[in-house]
């Protein structure tokens, strides 16, 4: 299987990873990948003890969850970048190449 691939200016060659998932269990919400990532393609989410997530509103309301977790908001957004990867503290995220 081929991958889509991008030249770059100085001849090397870059295949874009596309955010997939988010690893829920590892995320610590700190934010980092949403600042670095500027494509809308983040949302910082309430997760409760059974694991459902909840919409984190401006009250910051911290007694509807248990903690804080950043997830993929709007997938068809990412660039292929990396830079949410790169900065992530606890290495949370599954990147994926689109196939060409």
Same mark, same amino acid.
């Given at each position: 299987?081929? !991958?889509?691939?991008? +030249? &770059?200016? /100085?001849? %090397?060659?870059?295949?874009?990873? !596309?955010?997939?998932?988010?690893?829920?269990?590892?995320?610590?919400?700190?934010? %980092?990948? !949403?600042?670095?990532?500027? %494509?809308? +393609?983040?949302?910082? &989410? =309430? &997760?409760?003890? #059974? =694991? #459902?997530?909840?919409?984190? /509103?401006?009250?910051? /309301?911290?007694?509807?969850? #248990?903690?804080?977790?950043?997830?993929?908001?709007? /997938?068809?957004?990412?660039?292929?970048? #990396?830079?949410?990867?790169?900065?992530?503290?606890?290495?949370?995220?599954?990147?994926?190449? &689109?196939?060409?």
């Amino acid at each position: 299987m081929s !991958f889509a691939s991008v +030249v &770059m200016p /100085d001849g %090397r060659s870059w295949i874009p990873r !596309f955010v997939k998932a988010i690893n829920k269990e590892k995320c610590i919400g700190c934010g %980092r990948c !949403f600042k670095v990532c500027g %494509r809308d +393609v983040l949302q910082l &989410m =309430g &997760m409760d003890d #059974e =694991g #459902e997530l909840i919409a984190v /509103d401006g009250d910051d /309301d911290d007694d509807e969850y #248990e903690k804080k977790v950043m997830t993929v908001a709007n /997938d068809v957004n990412c660039i292929g970048c #990396e830079a949410c990867a790169k900065i992530c503290p606890k290495k949370c995220y599954t990147h994926e190449a &689109m196939p060409a």
